[in-house]
Each structure stands twice: as structure tokens, then as C-alpha cells.
């Protein structure tokens, strides 16, 4: 081994396919035989138009997404989309409805309330903690949209199928399983990620919008917060981040040609999850804090006995060569967020330290 890596189970920034990265570090100094860094050439050459592309046609494919959809890629993080989405959409006196599965959704209910726009929270699972995703979904026929957060990546649920909203677009912040499992685009109107968990650095937002819903876009917002102005520029309106979409366009490439697509994915990703919900329910000392029904393949979340023992796991882990398992500041306990680079054998490694430290402490 050249170097030292770790079995990394952090929520976001996550692990890359080590392919991903050995590719990259292979074609740093010279990429394409062009003589630059893929951080020093032009976002209008050849090259990065080749990269881009190919990006956008992988995604499409993976996703089984129709001419009707723009993929696009912005910055801002998942974050500007929450006043985006809004700002883009919400022009009349139409409303829009909200789905609050936890923080995230919280916080794109309060930028469309802070711009102002008419919206309805029309289920919430905040009086359970968050600790499941409601049914029996009613969305009002009205509605500009209905925006959902499909994996919480805080409190580990994530939608095990989609509410059927009948013509209303679903509006989706998938930035925590995006590409995780396959998918029936059909429904949605957009689809926003944040790349940095599952798809590649941080620094770029995959956005999949679908034509028809760029028909209402407003002239007069300003001409980055317009999804048109990317629509309109294959993404480059102005200066790309050139090298999270190059990471990005790798992970998509070994998504389709070493996983072999998204099938293989989810069936991974399952069993991943299996694996270690299976380890967490034959135990006493270990508690999942998701509901069964809602639990999510993405975030596994769970405390032990007492903080005090939370802590020494997290500490014991790190020096067994296992990192990112503390639980988010917000809610504490603990969490092993195993995206789709996280190997099988990271997951077994992981189970196996699992045993040992409630043989050891429980
Ligand atoms: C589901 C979800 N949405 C949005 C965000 C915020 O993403 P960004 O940091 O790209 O703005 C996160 C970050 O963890 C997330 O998990």
C-alpha cells in the first residue's frame, strides 16, 4: 500500500470511488495530453466542452431522462436552490406545497418564506422528531409544485417510494441519494444535488429540470438565479466549476462501466444497509433512530447506551482505522453514511468493529 486511507463513512464531503481517484491524480499535471492541469484549461475549450458532455449524457442515461429534461450544472450548493426553486417557479399567485421531513426541508420552507412566496407545509413529521416520512400525502391540485427532500440525511429516513401528487410536479432535493438507486423521472419537475456526497466534490449542484417548467420563469430575476440562463448555455453561462464536474463526469463513468448502472447500484447499496440494519436490530446495546418503514439505504443512524459510550465508539473506530461515524452536531448519537463509493468490505469492516466494541463495552 502507497498510502494510508481510511474506511470513510463522513455524511458530505464522503468517499470517491478510489478508482475516481487514482484516475485523477494520474491526469493531474497533464490532462488529455494537453499539457495543463484540468484545473488550468479553459471552460470554453474542446476539452472541457468533451468533459461536460459527457457528463450530461451519462447522467441521462443512468437516469433514464427523455429530451425533455436539461441537466445542468450550478453552484451554490444544494442551498441556493432552496431560494431558486422559489424564485423561479412561485411568480404568480399560485402556491406551492412542502413536505418538512427534517432539516433540509426546513430550511427550503424558510428561503421560499423568506422571499415572500404562498406556501403550504402540507405533511410534516417534525412532531415525531423527524424520526419517519409521513403518509397519506395530499397534495393540493393547485400547487405550483411539491418540493420533498428524499434522503434526510440527518435523521437517516429517506422515501421508499414517491407520493403520488397526480400532475403536480415533484420537486426533489436528492442531494443525499441521488444516483443511488433507480429512479421513474416521469414525476418530477426538478431535481437538485448537492455533488459532494454522492456524485463527486463539492462545489457543483446537479440540476434536472424539465422543459416545460422553464416556461414560467420570470424575466426580470437577476440572470445567474435564472435556470434559463444555464438552460440557455449548456451550463456555461459564466466560469464552471470546471474540476468538480470533471470528478463528477468520473464518478458517472464508473457508475455506468464498473458498477454497471444503477440496478447494480441499489442492489449494492441494499445490501449494504441490510447488512448493518441487521447488526443494529439482533442488538440491544445499538438503537436505530429511523422508523423501520423509513429508514434510509444512504445514512445509517443509531445510538448506543449513553453518550459517554457514543463517544468512546466514535474514538475506538478512528483508531481502527474507521472515520465520520459521529452523529450530526443537531442530533448527536452516531451515523455511518455509506453512499454508493463506500465498499461492501468497508461495511463488514465496520460490522466486525461493531461486535468487537459491544463484546468489549456492552
Ligand atoms: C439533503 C441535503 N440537502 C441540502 C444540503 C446542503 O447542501 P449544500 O451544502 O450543497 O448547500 C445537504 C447537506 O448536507 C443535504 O444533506
Known amino acids: 500500500m502507497k ?4 474506511y470513510n463513512f463522513n455524511p458530505g464531503p ?9 484516475e485523477i491524480k494520474a491526469s493531474f499535471l497533464n490532462y488529455a495530453g494537453a499539457g495543463m492541469s484540468i484545473t488550468e484549461i479553459s471552460h470554453r475549450s474542446k ?4 468533459i461536460i458532455n459527457d457528463a450530461v449524457d451519462r447522467t441521462r442515461r443512468l437516469l433514464n431522462l427523455g429530451a425533455d429534461y436539461h441537466v445542468l450544472f450550478l453552484q451554490g450548493g444544494a442551498s441556493l436552490q432552496f431560494s431558486m426553486v422559489p424564485m423561479n417557479f412561485l411568480t404568480g399567485d399560485m402556491p406551492a406545497d412542502y413536505i418538512n ?3 433540509w426541508s426546513t430550511k427550503a420552507i424558510k428561503e421560499a418564506r423568506i422571499l415572500n412566496k404562498p406556501i403550504r407545509v402540507i405533511a410534516s413529521s417534525e412532531d415525531r422528531g423527524f424520526s419517519l416520512i409521513p403518509g397519506n400525502i395530499q397534495a393540493n391540485a393547485d400547487a405550483a409544485y411539491v418540493h420533498l427532500t428524499s434522503n434526510n440525511t440527518i435523521k437517516g429516513t429517506q422515501w421508499p417510494v414517491f407520493p403520488d401528487v397526480g400532475r403536480v410536479p415533484l420537486i426533489a432535493d436528492m442531494s443525499s441519494d441521488i444516483l443511488s438507486r433507480t429512479l421513474d423521472p416521469a414525476p418530477f419537475g426538478l431535481i437538485y444535488a448537492g455533488a459532494q456526497k454522492n456524485i463527486g466534490p463539492a462545489g457543483v449542484c446537479l440540476v434536472i429540470v424539465r422543459k416545460d417548467m422553464l416556461e414560467q420563469v420570470p424575466d426580470d430575476l437577476p440572470t445567474a438565479l435564472k435556470y434559463t440562463t444555464y438552460a440557455a448555455s449548456n451550463s456555461l453561462y459564466n466560469t464552471p466549476p ?4 470533471y470528478a463528477v463526469q468520473l464518478v458517472l463513468k464508473w457508475l455506468e462501466e464498473t458498477v454497471g448502472g444503477l440496478e447494480q447500484m441499489e442492489a449494492l447499496n441494499r445490501e449494504k444497509a441490510d447488512r448493518l440494519y441487521r447488526i443494529i436490530d439482533q442488538s440491544d446495546f445499538y438503537r436505530g433512530t429511523a422508523d423501520k418503514g423509513s429508514r434510509s439505504m444512504m445514512n445509517v443512524t443509531f445510538r448506543l447506551p449513553s453518550e459517554e459510550l457514543e463517544q468512546a465508539f466514535v474514538q475506538k473506530a478512528l483508531e481502527n482505522n474507521i472515520g465520520g461515524l459521529k452523529g450530526h452536531r443537531s442530533v448527536g448519537g452516531c451515523r455511518a453514511s455509506i453512499y454508493n463509493a463506500v465498499t461492501l468490505e468497508a461495511v463488514d469492516v465496520l460490522i466486525d468493529f461493531m461486535q468487537t466494541f459491544e463484546k468489549q463495552r456492552g
Open 47 to 50: 476539452l472541457f466542452d468533451d
Open 3 to 6: 498510502y494510508q486511507r481510511i
Open 242 to 245: 470546471c474540476f468538480a464536474i
Open 14 to 22: 464522503a468517499a470517491l470511488p478510489l478508482d475516481v481517484l487514482e
Open 101 to 103: 421531513t427534517g432539516t
